[in-house]
């Protein structure tokens, strides 16, 4: 079940990310400039929400799947949608798009991580992992840049 709700949630995305380049009228060049900051800011809200929300402010659901990493994550985060559609608004298709093959990577990655670990690049897995050990460090999940950034990199 798990990796039916992860895989038809990249699935959608992906393909939702393809249709909104495909329907751009911006000009090749400008939606590639759109694309890239859309997988950039999606890794910094990816880094932002785990640390500062997951960790912080609503950590209840977020503590459960650190004393159960295995146990099967079936939600839909509905506020994600929420904001794709809020940020399309503001931004654009192809900004949007960036940040939805983005998200795809995250999914797949967090999905690996708990039920495929042979999947992923042994850094992001290593990273992850070390995540669940030492709870304050390591919060990125598709990349470790933004950790590298603010100092959360466990060294």
Known sequence: MTAIIYFGEMLVASLLAIALLAISRL???SDAVLFAGGVIAWTLAEYIA??????GFAPTEHRLHHANPDEAVITIFWQIWICFALVHLIAGGAFVAGALVAYTWYLFVHHCAHHG????PLPLLKHHRSHHRFATRNY????????????????
């Open 50 to 55: 785990h640390r500062f929300v997951l960790h």
């Open 140 to 155: 990125g999940v598709s990349t470790t840049l933004w950790d590298h950034v603010f100092g959360t990199m466990l060294r």
């Open 27 to 29: 000009p090749m060049s």
């Open 117 to 120: 670990p042979d999947k992923l």
